[in-house]
């Protein structure tokens, strides 16, 4: 892991706060956890954004893909 050293003025009561709800013991570790978090809701965004751009064949199998996926029986969950 690459990382980058900086200075940052943060909300005190703000930082509290979230280390409070995220169980984070240092300000590094809670903002650590605020950018893998905004990280990770934008990439999902971006995911759903695609919605209804793809053409998928009306005949398409997509349960039949379940077999791929590690289950030897391909029953539902």
Known sequence: MCTMRTNI???DA?????????GAR????VV????????????????LE???MLDIE??????GLRGLHGDSD????
């Open 32 to 47: 650590h956890v605020a950018l893998t978090s905004l990280v990770e809701s934008r990439s999902r965004k971006n995911l």
């Open 26 to 29: 240092t300000k590094r570790e």
């Open 9 to 11: 003025v943060l909300d």
């Open 58 to 63: 009306p005949d398409f199998d997509h349960k």
């Open 74 to 77: 391909g029953a539902d969950r």
């Open 14 to 22: 703000l930082v509290r706060r979230a280390m409070k709800l995220t």
């Open 50 to 52: 695609l919605a209804g």
